[in-house]
């Protein structure tokens, strides 16, 4: 336990590469004050990724965004890219829909998530900020020029599921 790489002597051999070496990133563990790395504690919610990209980004870095060393050998789509058929999202699952919906936003994926959505019979709520569709097991209860009462899926993205609402609605 005294010996392993996770123990007392790997920890005692980590703090003295620390005091030699102050610029790694390991500092931080070692008694860095978080306040001064620009989290804003006072924000609501518990969530702080969508404003904190880390103690090195100066604003949030979206996975795709984050810069990466791509080793040339990886780099094909320029010599086999003619020969791959092309992207539709016709033949994606629900959950990568809504997987590009809620993680590129403001991107063409996230208008093109929506649009194939929108064809298998999802609305977006504009007011509730969820996507929901009429249940296939449900049934519409009432029915006016102006509204619907009736069994709904709603997609909980926090949750990562469909929830099935006795709901209505009401549309112009």
Same mark, same amino acid.
């Given at each position: 336990?005294? &010996? ?10 980590? *703090? ?23 989290? &804003? ?55 990568? *829909? ?68 006795? *709901? ?5």
């Amino acid at each position: 336990m005294l &010996n392993s790489q996770y123990g007392m002597a790997a920890l005692l051999s980590g *703090l003295r590469e620390m005091e030699r070496n102050p610029n790694t990133g390991a500092t931080l563990a070692a008694g860095h004050d978080v306040a001064t790395l620009g989290v &804003n504690f006072n924000a609501t919610g518990r969530n702080i990724h969508p404003t904190f990209g880390g103690p090195w980004q100066s604003c949030s870095c979206p996975a795709q965004d984050s810069e990466a060393r791509v080793p040339k050998e990886y780099r094909v789509l320029s010599l086999i890219g003619h020969r791959l058929p092309p992207f539709s999202l016709r033949t994606l699952s629900e959950d990568t *829909l809504f997987y590009f919906f809620y993680n590129f936003p403001g991107e063409e994926y996230q208008i093109g998530a929506a649009n194939e959505l929108y064809y298998r019979d999802w609305r977006y709520h504009k007011s509730l900020h969820v996507w929901m569709m009429r249940s296939q097991r449900g049934y519409v209860k009432e029915h006016g020029p102006t509204f619907e009462k009736g069994t709904y899926l709603v997609f909980d993205h926090t949750h990562w599921r469909k929830v099935s609402f006795s *709901l209505g609605t009401f549309f112009p």
